[in-house]
């Protein structure tokens, strides 16, 4: 293990250089962290440089993700020739670097749009009016230009519909207040001296959100947004669980739970899960009520289906599914990209058959549509 | 910061390795790295986030710190809903209205009386205000699972992590007379605020190799047949490799040990497996998978 041959005047140098590198890939490090990382150079030394790797790692990183990578950081830093080291090929665009450094829920860029997204940076200045059309435009007829936009401005308007919801869960919550009516009561027999107190518990939100997609064909290009969608609600619900299913179901709600978006669709894909195919939605609603049903489905649950309505399944299984789901949450919700489209009616055998057993029937092909489920919330 | 935050110096214990030797005494095994997050930790009087997946030694960190330094541990157990009656402090209502009962006839005056009402008699000081009150020696102060609070507890943490002072309305502002050590910990079932990140040292607790996991075993259960150790721990870090929805942590290895151990056996097979799998595997679809993947298969690459 090689030593750092550092003379101690050059070292603080070399710490604030070396801090400077990491933001330059991707390390959220800030003034603050660069001071202590002084601080604590203080403490260990640079004679051994693996304590001090440890060190730096310590300060500087602040996540599992920053933590993997640092190691390869250090070692590039400290034993290459320095000159080397601002190859352009290896430094983060700093649109990027900056989206890194949100706080809120990292969305997917796929690949192709991630290219377009550079691009278009001078044009996300969106005026007032190309945020209206962008929010109008349907999910698969954006263009690639128009999807990395449309990821931008969601998650900016997501951000602000997570902040509203969360202001009214404070105006509803109360801290834990003395119950005077109750106090009062339970004192009579003494005389109405208030000896025993009664206590309001707290209003807490206590509702969970179902969510089932359907990713089969037909869905697929809406599949994602609602994806987004769900993730993003995570923080409002005391629970949200996600299903996903075409011809049968599968439970991905620990996935979005542990992971950030981008990871977690990465996982989906690894799990058997049948991206395109035929649609079964009666059959995989009993396989969800069945399996699933009793764990999941509570007196303050919202279910959520997603879904164009195209099932290849009898109708009548449907229904009866809908019909005992429906009975043990507080409200079944049925979003359909399809009634975005003008001259949608619901015809066909499975989605008319439904509709009587649904409380809210919805449009979900656009960001607007998508936002305006905030009332039902 | 004013001289008086300026914390005294953690002369017991020198350098990182000492520490480690310090750890090892009290059972925990401890590798450099984490041991240079506590050091750090001690000595700029940082608070650390030791962030990672259950079961692999966050919340003993802190208590094998206040051992090692001979001083209390204060522990707050975080929650969704937490407010600040639990984690600060609480006024006894009842004992206040009874006072004041009592007080009627007497010949003090409405503010003497007050006074008393609102005095340190009454207060109910929990974990996040004892921190500060300690009188003779610096405590260290564990918040456990602080991701499973929200974001309005943060924030509040936030301001206490950088002033350590409490305001309490009727008494004033209680400053910390010793900075505490605050070792937080998270599953990462939520992502915690930046400004609270930042705030930390951070440490991200991966699963222990073979090496580290034996040790761990022979320090924690001294009378395990070495065999057997040896056969648990490639079987329960085989069984991490299947993508679980709980993987096993460290406590579950000594726990399977531990049972294997109890039931006599001296080497791991497919019978004593399935009785200890309780230890193991915490849910019907985890079992499941662990069996679809083969018992015997498993038990094969751990010998």
């Avoid at chain 1, 005389?191 to 969970?208: I, V």
């Avoid at chain 2, 009378?223 to 096993?248: H, I, Y």
């Avoid at chain 2, 193991?280 to 499941?288: C, F, N, P, T, Y």
């Amino acid at each position: 293990m090689t030593t750092t041959v550092e003379k101690p005047d050059h070292a603080a140098a070399s710490i604030v250089e070396f801090c400077r590198f990491a933001r330059s890939r991707g390390l959220s490090v800030g003034m603050h962290q660069t001071l202590t990382a002084l601080e604590s150079v203080n403490v260990i030394g640079v004679a051994d440089r693996r304590l001090l790797s440890f060190a730096l790692r310590s300060v500087l990183c602040s996540s599992q993700e920053e933590w993997e990578q640092f190691d390869q950081l250090f070692d590039k830093f400290w034993s290459s020739d320095r000159s080397q080291l601002d190859s352009e090929k290896d430094r983060l665009p700093r649109a990027a670097v900056l989206r890194k450094q949100s706080t809120d829920s990292r969305l997917l860029v796929s690949a192709e749009s991630s290219d377009a997204s550079q691009d278009n940076e001078g044009k996300l200045v969106s005026g007032a009016s190309s945020q209206q059309r962008l929010k109008r435009v349907d999910f698969s007829e954006a263009s690639q230009a128009d999807l990395a936009a449309l990821e931008d401005l969601s998650l900016r308007l997501l951000r602000q519909m997570s902040l509203r919801l969360a202001r009214r869960m404070k105006i509803e919550a109360q801290a834990e207040h003395i119950d005077l009516r109750r106090s009062i009561r339970r004192n009579i027999s003494r005389g109405g001296d208030l000896s025993h107190l009664a206590h309001k518990g707290r209003k807490r939100q206590e509702k969970r959100l179902v969510i089932f997609l359907d990713i089969s064909g037909s869905m697929n290009l809406y599949s994602l947004f609602l994806l987004r969608f769900a993730y993003a609600l995570q923080k409002h619900f005391k629970r949200v669980d996600t299903f996903l299913f075409s011809t049968s179901v599968v439970e991905v709600s620990d996935l979005l739970r542990a992971h950030k978006l981008s990871e977690a669709l990465n996982a989906l894909s690894q799990r058997a899960v049948e991206w395109s195919g035929g649609t079964r939605i009666g059959e995989s609603l009993r396989e969800f009520n069945r399996r699933d049903g009793r764990r999941i489905l509570t007196r303050n649950t919202f279910f959520m289906i997603l879904s164009d309505g195209w099932d290849t399944g009898a109708p009548q299984m449907l229904v009866a599914e809908l019909r005992h789901t429906r009975s043990r949450v507080q409200k079944l919700v049925w979003l359909n990209p399809l009634l975005g489209l003008k001259d949608y009616r619901p015809i066909t055998r499975g989605m008319s058959a439904a509709l009587p057993h649904v409380d809210v029937f919805a449009p979900a092909h656009n960001l607007e549509s998508l936002l305006a489920l905030e009332r039902y919330l | 910061m004013t001289s008086q935050h300026k914390a005294p110096p953690a002369d017991e214990i020198h350098d990182v390795d000492a520490l480690v030797r310090e750890f090892e005494q009290l059972g925990y095994v401890a590798d450099t790295a984490i041991a240079t997050s506590i050091y750090l930790s001690m000595r700029l009087r940082k608070p650390l986030l030791i962030e990672g997946h259950a079961g692999l030694g966050k919340t003993e960190v802190a208590k094998v710190l206040a051992s090692s330094l001979a001083t209390r541990l204060i522990r707050l157990q975080c929650y969704e809903g937490l407010d600040i009656s639990s984690a600060v402090y609480e006024w006894n209502y009842q004992k206040q209205l009874l006072a004041i009962k009592l007080q009627e006839k007497s010949d003090q005056t409405v503010e003497e009386k007050e006074k008393h009402i609102f005095s340190r008699e009454f207060l109910m000081e929990r974990p996040l205000l004892q921190s500060i009150m300690e009188e003779h020696v610096a405590p260290v102060l564990l918040i456990d699972e602080v991701d499973r609070a929200d974001e309005a507890f943060e924030a509040f943490l936030l301001e206490l992590l950088s002033d350590f002072q409490i305001t309490v309305p009727e008494l004033g502002t209680i400053k910390a007379k010793h900075i505490p050590y605050v070792i937080l910990t998270s599953n990462r079932s939520r992502e915690l605020s930046d400004a609270l990140k930042r705030r930390c040292l951070y440490h991200w607790i991966e699963y222990p190799s073979f090496e580290k996991e034996m040790k761990i075993v022979r320090a924690r259960l001294p009378g395990t047949e070495e065999q057997l150790g040896k056969q648990v721990v490639r079987f329960v870090q085989a069984v991490r490799r299947l993508e679980l929805a709980k993987p096993p942590g460290v406590a579950e290895t000594l726990d399977c040990a531990q049972a294997a151990t109890a039931l006599g056996k001296e080497s791991l097979d497919v019978e004593t497996v399935v009785q200890t799998l309780g230890c193991l595997v915490k849910s019907m679809e985890d079992g499941a998978t662990l069996e679809a993947a083969g018992i015997e298969t498993l038990l094969a690459q751990s010998n």
